[in-house]
């Protein structure tokens, strides 16, 4: 069984920044796909970032040029790299590795943006 946990959030103010961290029990090289979502508090849960096998980041649209996904082979780590931080940000933020035919989620960490 894979194991994802999340570390990181906390609270901040408006404008400040975050570094998530993702550690994966296992070698993430063997996941096509590595990723972060977010879940607001009465909200579902949104997709915020993937980095596929071949190093390719993608974003969503409105958090494109404010965050920014990397990974560290090595340390089997996933990284999310949070700047200019809004209270709109505000969520439990979850990671998740794909392998096409099996997929494994962490527990969450929670970020706090106050205005």
């Known amino acids: 069984q894979v194991q994802l946990v999340e570390s990181g959030g906390g609270l901040v103010q408006a404008g400040d920044s975050l570094r998530l961290s993702c550690a994966v029990s296992?070698?993430?090289?063997?996941?096509?796909?590595l990723g972060w979502f977010r879940q607001a508090p009465g909200k579902q849960r949104e997709w915020v970032s993937t980095i596929t096998d071949g190093g390719r980041p993608f974003y969503a649209d409105s958090l494109k040029g404010r965050f920014a996904i990397s990974t560290d082979d090595a340390d089997n780590m996933i990284y999310l790299q949070m700047n200019s931080l809004k209270p709109e940000d505000t969520a439990i933020y979850y990671c998740?590795?794909?392998?096409?035919?099996?997929?494994?989620w962490g527990q969450g960490t929670q970020v706090t943006v106050s205005s």
């Open positions: 296992t070698t993430i090289t063997t996941f096509s796909s």
């Open positions: 998740k590795v794909d392998n096409r035919t099996s997929f494994y």
